[in-house]
Every structure is written in structure tokens, then in C-alpha cells.
């Protein structure tokens, strides 16, 4: 197992470095360069601007510019962003919880309801309730994220006006009021950007826990437990749904990279002060240390996902440890 989890781990570095390293030369081979506004005023000067160049190293070759990176990150020194003129390390300190935190929320609202409904899906399959809800998932699942953002955001804040239209808290909320008051406004705030998420994870994952329990039923030894006389329910929840299991495991490592993405788009409509609105914020100013940063951060959140992945459907299935 410590072999098994050893080659895992080696094998997300190396993809980390890879996109990190991509993402370094891409960046910098695009239009443009940082504080174009500053650089191109008539008024600054051209030592002004070449001091602002070699403040940031920007006036070096790309080669030492990259190793200048790579040196700086293994010192755990993420840079100064360009844009905030604070170290990166305190910028994402300020959006990773909240990003954390609506990614977690929506992958616990959309596994349990997947999985919930994709049970109940193929427990019966072909039924009303199989046709109904399998037709409205892949409805669901087929909208654009940002679509079903915008659509949650008409109907619930501002026609029926029942939730926060965008932000994290309150701002008028008092930081000295009690904590149960200041942890409901925040899942106020949180309901509506978590909750498009989760639809469409729940969507997806339905389909996948559907088709996995149709496969499995037909198994011999689930007709020879159904012949003992054991409740079909029983039958079901209690031994079919542990192996229909195994794909949607493999499905939760594969929703991180999925999640990131769409917490794009439902950061950026709902003002969800994230990860997700602060890339855009920083591509859109050509902060580059920051957009390093936050690929190199996502790319280990992808390279985690995906191992722990493994991890669960290794334990749920030991054939698993030696593949």
C-alpha cells in the first residue's frame, strides 16, 4: 500500500510541475505585459519604467525568470502580487477558505443527492420516476454553468428576493454578533452559489450511480440473496450499493478539476470572493505571480482529489493497490 500510494504521489508532482511549467511560459508569450497602463502613460519616463520592469525581474531573460520562480518556490516564497502589492501567500489566504468552503459544500449537496437519486433511479429503472428525473439530470447537467447561475440568481434574489442577491456575509452584519448569527448569514450567501454547483454535480453523479447499479444487479449473488427471501430493499441498499459504489468514488476525484471550473463562472455571478473571481481578476491584470500561483494551487488541489480518489477505491477494492 505505502509503495502504491508512494508511485501516486510521485506521479501528481510531476504533473503539478508540468502545468505549473506550461502555464510560466504561456503567460508570459501572451499580448501584453503587466502595469500596461503605467508603462504606456506619456508621463513616466523611460528609467521609471525600466526601474518598474527590474523591481519585479522582469527585465531578465525568460530562462532566468524561470528559474528565479522555481528557486522562489522552493523556498515556499510565492512572490508579491502585482496587483495588490502584497505578498501572494496573504492574497490567497484570503480567498482559498471561501473557495474551499463552496467547493465542499456543493460536492457533499451533490454526491448525497446523486447518489440518492441515482439509487432510487435504478432501483427501478424505466419507471416514472426513473423517466422524470433521468430526463430532467441530463436537462441539468446540459445548461452552462454560469447559465444556472444566472437563472438561480433571477428567481431566488431577485424576483422572489428569499436570498442574498452575491457577496460572502453581510456587510452591515456586526463582527461582535454571536456566531450563530454570523455562520447563518454566511450560509445564506452560501446557498445559492453552492447550490448551483451541487445541482450539477448531483445531475451527473445520478447518471453514473444509475448506469453502476443496473450493472450490478443482475449479479448472481445478489439473485441468490433476492431467492433466501431478503427484501428487495435490503437487497439494494445493503449489498448492491456498496459495489455500485466503486465508479462514483472514481467520479469525486474527477469532480475537483470539474468544480474549480465551474466555481469560475458562479464566483464571478454571485461575488463569491474566491479563488475562482480572483484568477480572472489576475489574468485580466497580467499579475503574473499571482496566476502562478493560483494554477499551481488548483493543479494540487486536482493532483489531491484524484488520490484520494484512489485512496477510498483502493480501500473499497484491494484489487485496486496493485494496478
Given at each position: 500500500m505505502a509503495t502504491w500510494l508512494v508511485k501516486r504521489l510521485a506521479q501528481g508532482l510531476v504533473v503539478i510541475v508540468l502545468t505549473t511549467t506550461i502555464t510560466f511560459f504561456l503567460i508570459h508569450a501572451a499580448p501584453g505585459e503587466p502595469f500596461a497602463g503605467l508603462l504606456d502613460d506619456p508621463r513616466t519616463t523611460q528609467q521609471m519604467r525600466d526601474a518598474h520592469r527590474a523591481r519585479y525581474g522582469l527585465d531578465r531573460p525568460?530562462?532566468?525568470?524561470?528559474?528565479?520562480?522555481?528557486?522562489?518556490?522552493?523556498?515556499?516564497?510565492?512572490?508579491?502580487?502585482?496587483?495588490?502589492?502584497?505578498?501572494?501567500?496573504?492574497?490567497?489566504?484570503?480567498?482559498?477558505?471561501?473557495?474551499?468552503?463552496?467547493?465542499?459544500?456543493?460536492?457533499?449537496?451533490?454526491?448525497?443527492?446523486?447518489i440518492a437519486l441515482g439509487t432510487a433511479q435504478g432501483a427501478r429503472p424505466g419507471g416514472?420516476?426513473?423517466r422524470i428525473t433521468g430526463s430532467m439530470a441530463v436537462l441539468v447537467a446540459s445548461l452552462p454553468d454560469f447559465w444556472l447561475a444566472l437563472l438561480a440568481l433571477l428567481l431566488f434574489a431577485a424576483t422572489w428576493r428569499i436570498l442574498p442577491v452575491s457577496g460572502f456575509s453581510d456587510p452591515t452584519l456586526s463582527a461582535s454578533a454571536p456566531l450563530v448569527v454570523r455562520a447563518g448569514d454566511v450560509l445564506r450567501h452560501l446557498t445559492l452559489p453552492a447550490g448551483t454547483l451541487g445541482l450539477l454535480v448531483a445531475a451527473i453523479v445520478s447518471r453514473y450511480q444509475r448506469a453502476a447499479l443496473i450493472d450490478v444487479l443482475p449479479e448472481p449473488w445478489l439473485r441468490t440473496a433476492r431467492a433466501k427471501g431478503v427484501p428487495r430493499h435490503a437487497v439494494i441498499f445493503r449489498h448492491a450499493l456498496r459495489n455500485a459504489l466503486l465508479p462514483t468514488i472514481t467520479l469525486g476525484g474527477l469532480a475537483v478539476p470539474a468544480l474549480l471550473g465551474g466555481a469560475v463562472f458562479v464566483e464571478v455571478?454571485?461575488?463569491?470572493?474566491?479563488?475562482?473571481?480572483?484568477?480572472?481578476?489576475?489574468?485580466?491584470?497580467?499579475?503574473?505571480?499571482?496566476?502562478?500561483?493560483?494554477?499551481?494551487?488548483?493543479?494540487?488541489?486536482?493532483?489531491?482529489?484524484a488520490i484520494v480518489a484512489d485512496v477510498v477505491h483502493a480501500i473499497a477494492d484491494p484489487r485496486q493497490r496493485h494496478a
Amino acid at each position: 500500500m505505502a509503495t502504491w500510494l508512494v508511485k501516486r504521489l510521485a506521479q501528481g508532482l510531476v504533473v503539478i510541475v508540468l502545468t505549473t511549467t506550461i502555464t510560466f511560459f504561456l503567460i508570459h508569450a501572451a499580448p501584453g505585459e503587466p502595469f500596461a497602463g503605467l508603462l504606456d502613460d506619456p508621463r513616466t519616463t523611460q528609467q521609471m519604467r525600466d526601474a518598474h520592469r527590474a523591481r519585479y525581474g522582469l527585465d531578465r531573460p525568460l530562462v532566468v525568470q524561470y528559474a528565479r520562480f522555481v528557486a522562489s518556490i522552493g523556498t515556499g516564497n510565492l512572490g508579491e502580487s502585482f496587483t495588490y502589492h502584497r505578498p501572494v501567500a496573504d492574497v490567497l489566504g484570503d480567498a482559498i477558505p471561501r473557495t474551499l468552503l463552496l467547493m465542499g459544500a456543493a460536492m457533499l449537496v451533490g454526491f448525497a443527492a446523486g447518489i440518492a437519486l441515482g439509487t432510487a433511479q435504478g432501483a427501478r429503472p424505466g419507471g416514472w420516476l426513473d423517466r422524470i428525473t433521468g430526463s430532467m439530470a441530463v436537462l441539468v447537467a446540459s445548461l452552462p454553468d454560469f447559465w444556472l447561475a444566472l437563472l438561480a440568481l433571477l428567481l431566488f434574489a431577485a424576483t422572489w428576493r428569499i436570498l442574498p442577491v452575491s457577496g460572502f456575509s453581510d456587510p452591515t452584519l456586526s463582527a461582535s454578533a454571536p456566531l450563530v448569527v454570523r455562520a447563518g448569514d454566511v450560509l445564506r450567501h452560501l446557498t445559492l452559489p453552492a447550490g448551483t454547483l451541487g445541482l450539477l454535480v448531483a445531475a451527473i453523479v445520478s447518471r453514473y450511480q444509475r448506469a453502476a447499479l443496473i450493472d450490478v444487479l443482475p449479479e448472481p449473488w445478489l439473485r441468490t440473496a433476492r431467492a433466501k427471501g431478503v427484501p428487495r430493499h435490503a437487497v439494494i441498499f445493503r449489498h448492491a450499493l456498496r459495489n455500485a459504489l466503486l465508479p462514483t468514488i472514481t467520479l469525486g476525484g474527477l469532480a475537483v478539476p470539474a468544480l474549480l471550473g465551474g466555481a469560475v463562472f458562479v464566483e464571478v455571478t454571485f461575488a463569491w470572493q474566491g479563488m475562482g473571481s480572483l484568477a480572472v481578476q489576475a489574468v485580466g491584470d497580467r499579475d503574473y505571480p499571482l496566476v502562478l500561483a493560483i494554477v499551481l494551487l488548483s493543479s494540487a488541489l486536482v493532483v489531491a482529489g484524484a488520490i484520494v480518489a484512489d485512496v477510498v477505491h483502493a480501500i473499497a477494492d484491494p484489487r485496486q493497490r496493485h494496478a
